[in-house]
């Protein structure tokens, strides 16, 4: 039984290991901002909320690592505070959007003919939509959150994830050890689970992390226009468009100190996921 749970870490590891340097420094980023993304409230060092006008703009002292922002608030720790929105909102996305997205794929693959033209044109026409587009419309109509936001972003992912897992469906479909299953009479929904989408698993992985990427852009730009987390309450974005005048005022490093942060993360899961998308490509080849 040991030897059996290590063999998928050893795969893992593996593949890790394949994608060099640069993917798995990527990869220990990554790890690092979702362990912030848990735990980051507990380690602020201050109220996140707490206000203090006599400290707005004052930069780095003491304990007080990045300085403050404009309501004299910690920036450390609203960082901190932040990192649990602008991280499992993405990864909720992802969630959402990969798990229907390959469902449809699935299902076109294996059924074909009309199935496949209906949901094929279904996607095409949500394609058509930006995902900002689509998050600003549910904004307008559920207000501003980051549920309505999340949840419109994951609609508009959807023919992404579909396109991609499709192709790889199609052609894993016509192998010819799908063929002598059905001919032994296995059920199509257990061919599926168990032989069809565990081998196209790597390119589902690598879709899923370049996606979380766009998630985390697209989150922080809508927490920067206001239609996303509400004041008090933290997030990167929304702590950019709050800071975005002390820029101008000689007071860069909150809003600076945020969009660091994002343009890290995206770069390190983007990083990952092409080398893990150029890994699947070259298995399915």
């Keep these: 039984m040991d030897r059996e749970a290590t063999r998928p870490r050893s795969k893992a590891l593996a593949r890790l290991r394949a994608t060099g340097p640069a993917g798995i420094a990527s990869a220990v980023v990554i790890a690092v901002a979702m362990f912030v993304a848990v735990f980051g409230p507990l380690l602020a060092p201050y109220p996140p909320n707490l206000p203090n006008l006599s400290l707005a703009w004052a930069g780095p002292a003491g304990g007080h690592l990045l300085g403050y922002d ?13 990192a649990p929105v602008t991280m499992l909102g993405p990864l909720a996305v992802v969630i959402v959007s990969v798990t229907a997205g390959t469902l449809l794929a699935v299902t076109t693959a294996w059924r074909r003919g009309a199935s496949d033209a209906v949901i094929s044109s279904g996607l095409d026409i949500v394609f058509a939509f930006p995902g900002i587009l689509l998050a600003m419309l549910a904004a307008a109509v559920f207000g501003a959150s980051l549920t309505a936001a999340a949840i419109a972003l994951s609609i508009a992912y959807l023919p992404y994830v579909a396109r991609v897992v499709r192709g790889a469906a199609l052609r894993e479909r016509s192998q ?3 063929a002598a299953l059905e001919v032994q009479g296995a059920p199509a929904t257990s061919i599926c689970l168990r032989h069809l989408v565990p081998n196209i698993a790597p390119l589902i992985l690598a879709q899923a992390t370049i996606l979380f990427g766009y998630a985390m852009v697209d989150l922080a730009a809508i927490s920067f226009l206001g239609l996303g987390v509400q004041p008090p309450a933290a997030s990167w974005g929304g702590m950019i468009a709050e800071n975005q005048d002390g820029i101008v005022q000689g007071y860069p490093l909150p809003a600076l100190a945020a969009g660091v942060c994002v343009v890290t993360v995206v770069i390190a899961v983007n990083v990952l996921g092409e080398r893990l998308f150029d890994q699947a490509q070259a298995a399915l080849r």
């Design 176 to 178: 010819p050890y799908i």
């Design 70 to 82: 404009f309501a004299g608030r910690d920036v450390l720790s609203r960082l901190l505070a932040g």
